[in-house]
Nanobody, 123 residues
Framework: VQLQASGGGLVQAGGSLRLSCALS????????MNWFRQTPEKDREFVAG???????AYADSVKGRFTISRDNAKNTVSLQMNSLKLEDTAVYYC??????????????????WGKGTQVTVSS
């Protein structure tokens, strides 16, 4: 499984960004998909997850502002991030689990990771 994330960048507080992650090497709709983020000060943390059937879960810190979605025809998962805050600044990673973890799963439940994409929110 290979995961390729894209879409990071610099945005002002209150703005929006959309991250995407493409999965290759396996059948996409067999896998749940997750987004994590990490800063130098904090451990990698769960942001959002989506099951094979489209059920979603969010960290409390992003609930109501971020939306995860998947397009099985395009083998991609997206994270729409609205009303961005300074504290959303981090490197964002997409990840998947061969055991089906998606609902606020810890990082060590993931088997495959994409390279991170930097999101920087400025004041």
């Amino acid at each position: 499984v290979q995961l390729q994330a894209s879409g990071g960048g610099l945005v002002q507080a209150g703005g929006s960004l959309r991250l995407s992650c493409a999965l290759s090497g396996r059948t996409f709709n067999f896998y749940p998909m997750n987004w994590f983020r990490q800063t130098p000060e904090k451990d990698r943390e769960f942001v959002a997850g989506i099951s094979r059937l489209g059920n979603t879960a969010y960290a409390d810190s992003v609930k109501g502002r971020f939306t995860i979605s998947r397009d099985n025809a395009k083998n991609t998962v997206s994270l729409q991030m609205n009303s961005l805050k300074l504290e959303d600044t981090a490197v964002y990673y997409c990840a998947t689990s061969s055991t089906g973890s998606w609902n606020k799963a810890p990082p060590d439940a993931m088997d495959y990771w994409g390279k991170g994409t930097q999101v920087t929110v400025s004041s």
